[in-house]
């Protein structure tokens, strides 16, 4: 590995590892403060439980301002290498803008890849237990694992018929269901059957129906009484739960479950399916970040100087930051689509970043 590409890396990690050691200290210092104000006077305060919270938000805040910090860091060190004419006597020695780049982009990879993996393994864990432990200090006792009754969900039987099921109570301990009443339609959209049973079982697998009557809908109205009915339903437990479950508790793995589940229960998913995008193009972000960064601080100081630069980088960076973020709100409410929603801005201005690096790379137009 050559001296000049270790050296830059070496810049690059140093540099990032001190940035972000900086803003870790202001969000401790801030959120203590915070913390002490809001929790202190509380009955259940404990301090060593407090620095446990903090703790627990230190992933998440690092892993949603790690762009910012990287685009951060490679101006400040860029900004030094041209201070000190580093930069001139690389591109005096035949060194190109790009053999200067790629050092950075490998030390992004490596960053955006922990980036990854703490933001899927990581944050979820951490972001629960801190909310635990807040609601915790405030007094609040953790919500109901299910909501248990008057419960509406859409179902699909195994033979691909979708159904409306209503459930008046849910026993989830013993895996049944009280007062059941299912509606089922044909493919024209038409009620053909309606069940109401007193109890639903889960049974080895499969669900059964206890003591109802099944109507079928024709030409004429036919009742039948049943004592035990098969139900053959994709019916799990995980869709007894009805509460909002929030995606930054989830890893990848279930988030894409449940994105699954909604779709099957005919709920709409655009919001779930912009926040999964959002997973690996955040990480893109930081790659994007380093390219945005050069153009801006490899200029020369009769183009407007090294703060000029330093300046126009971090503002552009911040505009990124904010139609990111803009991007996302569209595409949450449906105005775009969630896969452009979450990658266009992360294109977009690799693109601007990309155009200006090759026109800085071209020895005519610094002419």
């Known amino acids: 590995m050559p ?32 913390n002490m104000r809001r929790f202190s006077l509380k009955a259940q305060f404990n301090w060593g439980e407090m620095v446990v919270m903090m703790l627990c938000k230190l992933p998440e805040f690092i892993t949603l301002l790690l762009p910012s910090l990287t685009l951060l860091a490679v101006l400040m060190i860029l900004a030094h290498l041209s201070r000190h004419n580093e930069i001139t006597v690389m591109r005096a020695s035949g060194v190109s803008i790009y053999r200067i780049l790629i050092p950075f982009l490998l030390g992004g990879l490596l960053i955006a890849g922990a980036q990854f ?23 609040q006792e953790n919500p109901a694992q299910t909501e248990l009754d008057n419960l509406w ?3 699909w039987s195994l033979n691909g018929e979708r159904q409306l099921v209503h459930v008046h109570q849910v026993l989830p301990a013993e895996r049944v269901l009280l007062n059941v009443a299912i509606y089922e339609w044909d493919g024209s959209q038409h009620l053909r059957n309606h069940i109401r049973a007193r109890s639903a079982q889960l049974q080895q697998g499969q669900w059964v129906l206890f003591h109802g009557i099944l109507y079928r809908y024709g030409t004429q109205v036919a009742a039948e009484s049943f004592s035990r009915r098969p139900w053959p339903v994709t019916l799990s437990a995980e869709q007894l739960n ?19 589940r909604t779709e099957q229960e005919g709920y709409d998913t655009t919001r779930l399916q912009v926040l999964l995008h959002n997973r690996f193009s955040q990480p893109a972000t930081t790659l994007a970040a380093i390219v945005l960064a050069f153009p801006f601080t490899l200029r020369l100081p009769r183009r407007g100087g090294i703060t000029r630069s330093l300046l126009l980088g971090l503002s552009m960076g911040f505009l990124m930051f904010v139609i990111s973020d803009l991007s996302q709100a569209l595409g949450m409410g449906g105005r775009l689509p969630p896969l452009l929603a979450a990658w266009a801005p992360v294109l977009f201005f690799t693109g601007i970043g990309g155009f200006l690096l090759v026109h800085l790379a071209d020895p005519k137009s610094q002419g």
């Open 3 to 34: 001296l000049l590409f270790q050296y830059l890396l070496r810049l690059f990690l140093v540099g990032l590892g001190q940035v972000i050691s900086l803003f870790v200290g202001l969000f401790c210092l801030i959120d203590g403060v915070e």
């Open 117 to 139: 993996m703490i933001r899927d393994h990581l944050v979820p864990w951490t972001s629960r237990a801190a909310q635990n432990l807040e609601d915790q200090f405030l007094g």
């Open 153 to 155: 969900l859409k179902v």
């Open 242 to 260: 009805r509460t909002a479950i929030n995606p930054d508790f989830l890893p990848f793995e279930q988030m894409r479950a449940l994105i699954q």
